[in-house]
């Protein structure tokens, strides 16, 4: 029997849930080590915050409660974050299967930052979420998207943009 087929299997039941499933991209070598230290990147605060975001469908400060958010933003409800205040050029990147950051979300999140560079939902049906940072295939499917976009402005300032 082989010992991975345990990993894939909670991967199966954990990770595809939550990221969109695809099994083509999964690579089964390093599932042990993902499983060692998931999801120890982030908090539990974070992925409260995560499904305050999701719920309200608002980009905005983390929700204490009233109370405690007028001693910590002098609002009882947490302001929205001002994207439009966002100076840096941007390139989003969004996979069709993407259960984490949707299609949707990311058209949303294009019509709110003033200097989207690059919008493109990358043609492949299966890329979700986890393909991003963990898709075995990433440099046949992503990454030349991505360079394409470094090169262009790779000899421009980038401390010099604009608004």
């Known amino acids: 029997m082989n010992p991975l087929t345990g990993y894939s299997i909670c991967i199966r039941d954990t990770v595809f849930p939550i990221t969109g499933d695809n099994d083509e ?3 089964t070598d390093i599932l042990p080590v993902l499983l060692d230290h998931f999801p ?9 915050h995560f499904a ?9 400060r983390f929700d204490y409660g009233a109370d405690i958010n007028l001693d910590m ?9 001002e994207l439009e205040n966002v ?8 996979g069709e299967n993407d259960f984490v950051s949707t299609v949707e ?12 560079v690059q ?20 440099n046949e499917y992503l990454f030349s998207y991505i360079f394409d976009v470094l090169r262009t402005y790779e000899s421009e300032n980038v401390m010099n943009v604009s608004h």
Not at 40 to 48: E, F, G, H, I, Q
Not at 54 to 59: A, L, P, T, W
Not at 122 to 136: E, T, V, W, Y
Request: aromatic share 12%; glycine share 2%; charged share 25%.
């Open 73 to 81: 933003y002098e609002y009882p409800i947490p302001r929205k974050y």
């Open 52 to 60: 305050q975001v999701s719920y309200r469908r608002q980009f905005a």
């Open 87 to 94: 100076k840096m050029r941007v390139g989003l990147f969004v």
């Open 25 to 27: 991209e999964l690579e």
């Open 40 to 48: 120890t990147a982030t908090s539990v605060k974070n992925l409260y």
């Open 119 to 138: 919008h493109l939902v990358i043609p492949r049906s299966k890329m979700n979420h986890a393909d991003f940072f963990l898709g075995r295939h990433m």
């Open 105 to 116: 979300d990311v058209a949303i999140l294009k019509q709110n930052l003033p200097n989207v």
